[in-house]
């Protein structure tokens, strides 16, 4: 028997229940599952998102509003950033104590030009607290997704707790589907080649998330 019997094999047996005449459109499946696992606060999911994060080797900072910019400063100074591209979107103070040049998200920007930047900083569309992943949907504050996986390093900002939840279901209907999501859970990485980690692969080899407190979520 080919891998392909065995595949075909188990379909049938799934749809074996399914009448004849039933298509695409038919009856609506039945989406009962468990939208949150177990019982957290707020304080505890923030706190399983960051160690979520810190598994999959992303950085992890906290600051409320009046230190971003300190941070965001700081941590542009400390990779030696001097270019920095930027959404239309974001705000603006936020990269106001960086000594660095902003380079404005253009759709004539090409994948060289984007490689040549040092950094980019954006917001976030969710936070996943189980997972340990960050969305981004193109929003104003995170701008084109090639943005996002050209330059070597990644500042994102996640609004805590608006822009938090703990679970892929609770996630999913904050969602729009008609938007290009990019799911993103730590640096860009691959183990295909001899099991051994290469960061930076398809996408930024740096990935610093800061958890603005406070924050109101971008809508």
């Given at each position: 028997m080919s891998g392909r019997d065995v595949v075909l094999g188990r379909v049938r047996r799934a749809l074996a229940d399914v009448p004849g005449g039933e298509g695409p459109g038919g009856p609506p499946v039945v989406r009962d599952y468990r939208r949150v696992h177990g019982s957290r606060t707020?304080?505890?999911?923030?706190?399983?998102?960051?160690?979520?994060?810190?598994?999959?080797?992303?950085?992890?900072?906290?600051?409320?509003?009046?230190?971003?910019?300190?941070?965001?400063?700081?941590?542009?100074?400390?990779?030696?950033?001097?270019?920095?591209?930027?959404?239309?979107?974001?705000?603006?103070?936020?990269?106001?104590?960086?000594?660095?040049?902003?380079?404005?998200?253009?759709?004539?920007?090409?994948?060289?030009?984007?490689?040549?930047?040092?950094?980019?900083?954006?917001?976030?569309?969710?936070?996943?607290?189980?997972?340990?992943?960050?969305?981004?949907?193109?929003?104003?504050?995170?701008?084109?997704?090639?943005?996002?996986?050209?330059?070597?390093?990644?500042?994102?900002?996640?609004r805590v707790p608006d822009q938090v939840v703990g679970s892929v279901p609770e996630a999913l209907p904050r969602l729009s589907p008609g938007r290009p999501l990019t799911w993103i859970s730590g640096p860009s990485a691959t183990s295909d080649i001899e099991l051994d980690r290469v960061e930076g692969v398809h996408g930024p080899r740096t990935l610093e998330v800061i958890l603005l407190a406070g924050g109101a979520g971008a809508g």
């Open positions: 707020t304080a505890e999911t923030v706190d399983l998102l960051a160690g979520n994060l810190a598994d999959y080797r992303a950085i992890v900072h906290r600051s409320d509003a009046e230190g971003l910019p300190a941070l965001i400063g700081r941590l542009l100074a400390e990779r030696g950033a001097r270019t920095v591209v930027v959404p239309p979107g974001l705000e603006r103070s936020w990269t106001a104590a960086a000594d660095v040049r902003l380079v404005e998200d253009r759709a004539s920007s090409t994948p060289h030009e984007l490689d040549a930047v040092d950094s980019v900083v954006t917001g976030c569309a969710l936070a996943l607290a189980e997972t340990g992943t960050i969305v981004l949907d193109a929003g104003p504050d995170q701008g084109r997704r090639r943005i996002t996986l050209i330059p070597d390093h990644h500042l994102c900002v996640v």
